[in-house]
């Protein structure tokens, strides 16, 4: 089983709608928990940190689901300038910070 | 504040050639650095990190290397390129356990 692991789409979908990705770990000690947001070709980049009460920030609501090990990302009225890949990534637990990342979920919003 | 910067943006390499990549980070001191590797359509893949200077862990064991001369300056060498060696390479910094990565810009590196 992989340590991070995500559907990899492509998620088609319109402005104006909701969406959401999930995405599972492996390790159960795991403490720290991001999503970023990469575009084709660039860095990836801190779309918001998942905190275990949920939180949201504008359109964006992530959540954390200790029990199950998997974590979620809902996108709420898309924009064209969603599209890009989101990235699930979790901490190792361990003496240094070591985060794992998904292969990433593909969002193409259209007119 | 923070910023990270990694250079070359592109590089074009033969097989069998050095390689030599560079990262600093400004505006924090003693920051967690890393070297990730991104292959055409897929995952990041964690080769090297490093918690202080001359401290260097290495992920997976391949054709690279990492050195850490300065609290703030990382570097990915190779003696001798290989095809395989090709993809989008990240170098981020963290200030420490369990913190978020920020990510310099990447080097597009294609071995021919």
């Known amino acids: 089983r992989k340590e991070v692991e995500q559907d990899p789409g492509p998620f088609n979908v319109p402005e104006g709608a909701t969406v959401a990705f999930n995405c599972t770990y492996s390790?159960?000690?795991?403490?720290?928990f991001f999503w970023y947001r990469q575009d084709c070709r660039k860095e990836p980049k801190l779309l918001m940190s998942v905190y275990s009460s949920g939180n949201e920030d504008g359109r964006f609501t992530a959540q954390l689901n200790r029990a199950s090990q998997y974590i979620s990302l809902l996108i709420r009225d898309s924009k064209l300038s969603d599209s890009a890949t989101y990235l699930c990534?979790?901490?190792?637990?361990?003496?240094?910070?070591?985060?794992?990342f998904g292969a990433g979920t593909r969002l193409a919003v259209h007119p | 504040s923070q910023t990270i910067h990694q250079w070359p943006a592109t590089l074009v390499q033969p097989v069998g050639s050095p390689l030599s990549l560079e990262c600093t980070v400004e505006?924090?001191?003693?920051?967690?650095l890393y070297w990730y590797r991104q292959a055409a359509g897929r995952g990041l893949q964690l080769l090297f990190y490093s918690v202080g200077i001359g401290q260097i862990s290495s992920e997976v064991p391949q054709n690279l290397s990492a050195s850490r001369p300065q609290d703030r300056q990382f570097i990915l060498s190779s003696k001798k390129l290989l095809l395989s060696d090709s993809g989008f390479y990240l170098c981020?910094?963290?200030?420490?356990?369990?913190?978020?990565?920020?990510f310099g810009s990447g080097t597009q590196l294609s071995v021919l």
């Open positions: 990534v979790v901490n190792l637990s361990g003496g240094y910070n070591k985060l794992i």
């Open positions: 505006g924090t001191s003693n920051p967690n």
């Open positions: 390790n159960s000690a795991s403490q720290s």
């Open positions: 981020a910094w963290a200030k420490g356990i369990n913190e978020k990565l920020f």
